[in-house]
Structure formats: structure tokens, C-alpha cells
């Protein structure tokens, strides 16, 4: 049997270790203060068109959704936090190949991004700098009915890294 004088100091320490849950937001990198997000366009160093604004969008759509703090696209409001984000490589490359038409059939979209959360002080509450997301479209070879699917692809990869990010911020993974 245990003598009590060392069941004390146990049972303390069981109920402060906790068992590794928390709730949303309990263990987040963002200060307990911050009411405004920015999330100013992203920047690229890709020629891809239309790519940095999905991804811009998707973002503060997420923050809007996900948490009480007011998000703005820019920095005019001088927020509390603010939310950069550089995409630093687009490639499209083909991943299928029509034996007949001679014409690749599906592409694969990868996104590197590189993303920096910072405070009024300009303080670094997160920093992530090789989120990489994939996406795969079809392609079709009827011209008649030629519908180009990338952009729709880039929208989807766009969500998925939003969610990512989001998480990644307010549940501090």
C-alpha cells in the first residue's frame, strides 16, 4: 500500500500534467489580446497568374470562420496581429500521359509558401516557411469543349492550405 503522504503529490501532479487534450484555441499563437488579423495580399515569386489572390482570399475566408477576431485584407487598421505570406514556388507538371492523343491528361499543381504571423511589434508569433500543398486536374483534348481545370485546382489547394494555416495558428500545432 502507498502511504498517503505520497499520494498527495501524485494526484497534484496527475491533474496538472493533464492528458494532452485542449480545446480550440487553448494552446494558440495568438496573443490572448489580438482582436484584428491582416492578412495583406500575398506576395509570389512565381509568374503564375491569380494564384497569390486565391490564396489571400481562402485565408482570411478561414480566419472569418474560425475565429471572433475581425480580419482585414490590409494593414490600414493597425492590427493586432498581421499575417504575410510569400508564395515561393508554382510548378505544374504533367501527370498522366494519353498514349493516343500523344497529350498529357492530368497535371499536378505544387505550392511552396512560406507564411510569418506578427504582432503590433513586429515580434514573430509564428513563422512556417515550407507549407507545400499538391492538386491534380484533368485536362481535356476536345478543343470544342476545352474547359482549362488549373484555376479550379489552385482554388482547391487554396482551401486546403487556408484550413492548414488557420489550424496551425489557432491550435498552435
Not at 494564384?51 to 472569418?64: G, H, K, P, S
Not at 500521359?97 to 508569433?125: A, C, E
Request: contains cysteine; aromatic residues 6%.
Amino acid at each position: 500500500m502507498i502511504p498517503r503522504i505520497t499520494l498527495v503529490p501524485l494526484a497534484a501532479l496527475t491533474l496538472l500534467s493533464g492528458c494532452g487534450y485542449h480545446t480550440v484555441g487553448a494552446a494558440t499563437h495568438l496573443p490572448p489580446d489580438a482582436h484584428t488579423v491582416a492578412v495583406p495580399v500575398f506576395a509570389t515569386r512565381t509568374e503564375a497568374y491569380h494564384t497569390e489572390v486565391a490564396l489571400t482570399d481562402a485565408v482570411i475566408r478561414e480566419f472569418a470562420a474560425r475565429s471572433k477576431m475581425r480580419v482585414s485584407p490590409g494593414e490600414g487598421i493597425r492590427p493586432d496581429v498581421v499575417l504575410h505570406g510569400t508564395i515561393l514556388n508554382e510548378v505544374v507538371a504533367p501527370l498522366t500521359y494519353n498514349t493516343t492523343t500523344q497529350q498529357s491528361s492530368s497535371f499536378l499543381i505544387t505550392l511552396v509558401i512560406s507564411v510569418t504571423l506578427n504582432d503590433r511589434d513586429g515580434n514573430v508569433l509564428y513563422e512556417n516557411k515550407n507549407y507545400v500543398f499538391r492538386g491534380q486536374y484533368q485536362s481535356t483534348t476536345d478543343l470544342p469543349t476545352f474547359l482549362d481545370e488549373s484555376p479550379a485546382a489552385v482554388e482547391r489547394i487554396s482551401r486546403d492550405f487556408a484550413r492548414a494555416l488557420v489550424s496551425d495558428v489557432m491550435e498552435g500545432l
